[in-house]
């Protein structure tokens, strides 16, 4: 069958796809987009991680045919390309990793990449943890946020490092304190 | 295989009539582990998320008020919409899986499922909910106890599908507990769920993954029926409390596996039983603070 969806913002649809087969098949192997990796298949390690219609998903768990029509940002669409090493400068005097979103510029500041394989999905987990709160997260809940992505290397410290590293910026870049306001200081 | 995709819920009810060897999907958590493993290839999958009503919930019941949750209600969604009403479902749902398994998996699917493991299944117990199941021929509301029939099997004929599960609001404190290896991603060794319906004078309960399917325990409810002091604010008794665990340990039936023995799972039932009942006497004799909030509008 033939499956039409968004990804990236590009409207991309691919051909002879299997009706058992998951939308992470067809970002791979059908529409050129290696990001988010294959692990296991089960839902177990998150390395599949991307955004359905604005939430993430395992996509190894989503049916192709159930992506018809709909929005998938991958790792690769939180980027605009260009470089990958932070310290190139381009003629302009911008970091030629101008491109990285800045949760993958702080993974690779804070030393949370090793071989790599669980950072695509890492990543966009943190990026939506941090999209979705207001200050720093506490340590429990990017805990609770990244409970869905296994890492064989790092012993997880500088991926916490990197997610708490990229809330502060983004606090900063929005101007909101870096720690929310006490909720529920309550009436009870 | 096939790939249906119904874009109206009356398609969706047609298509399951002409063809009931369809598998449907909804979030596809387990459907697709299922295929991913191969083991097993269904005839044909009935897609559901195009079905956009399925993703929404509202009030209904004349008199006594329920919470109408659709199909598609996502376990986020219920967490975060739902959570004052549904305060036991809510706390199991914070449970399975990852925030990714959440933000696509339903209690509709852990019906569909029916896995006595589930972690959906003891609160629905305990909080006497219905199954809406629908086909061409009509809708029927299954009560929950009814609803399971053995290990992954549940009381849908071949062309129904779940619309919703109805479920009333707490009429007093509620609680959830697992027993799993980790805090996280993990399927329940044994969990156990408990309403108290003060008013009633009645507490509801549920087991899970420690019997062929997840089951109340009727005698440690009767139990609580009659020998707890409803009226009187004080502590809970010590031995009561015990009492209560050794009959929900003694209404489970459960095996060993590979994650646990009986013999630990019956344990841990009793012990998790004496302190879910500790919590929610706490939250009950602490007063209307533990109650949920008033009803106001549905979703969407
Ligand atoms: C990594 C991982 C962790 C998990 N952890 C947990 C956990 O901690 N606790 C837990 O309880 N479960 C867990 N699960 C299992 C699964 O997420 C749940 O059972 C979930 O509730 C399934 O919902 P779904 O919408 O994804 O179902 P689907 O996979 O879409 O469907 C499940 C079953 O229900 C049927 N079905 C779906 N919708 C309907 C409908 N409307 N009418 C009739 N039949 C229907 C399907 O045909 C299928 O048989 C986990 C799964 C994974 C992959
Ligand atoms: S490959 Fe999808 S969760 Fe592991
Ligand atoms: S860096 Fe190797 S698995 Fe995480």
Redesign the interface.
Known sequence: ?RVNVSVNGERMSADDV???E?LLYVLRERLGLPGAKNAC????C?SC?VYLDG????A????A??A?GREVITVEGLSSGGGTRSEDVSAEGEPADGGLDEVQRCFVEAGAVQCGFCTPGLVV?AHSLIAGASGVPADAEIR??L???LCRCTGYEKILDAVRLAAARACAARDTPLVPPQQGASD? | ???L?PGTWEEALAMKAARPDATP?Q???D???E???DKG??A??L?L?PVAELAEWSWTGDGAPMLRVGAGVTY?RLIAELGGWLPGLAQASRTV?????R??GTVAGNLGAASPAGDGHPPLLASGALVEAASVRGTRLIPIAEFYLGVKRNALEDDELIRAVHVPPAAGPQYFSKIGTR???VIAVCSFAIALRPEERRAGTGIGSAAPTPRRAYAAEEFLAGELDWDGRGPLDPALARRFGELVAEAASPIDDVRGRAAYRRHALGVMARRALGWAWTDHTAGP?GRAPERSGDSG
């Open positions: 069958m299997w009706e058992g998951s298949e089960q839902g177990e998150g991680t939430v993430t998903v395992c190894c768990l989503v049916a045919g159930q018809e987990q609770e946020a409970a869905g992505n009870d | 295989m096939d790939f995709r999907i979030g596809g958590t459907v697709m582990v295929i991913n493993l290839r269904p044909a999958l897609d998320n986020a899986g990852s925030p990714q398994i933000n696509r805090n996280a991603m603070a």
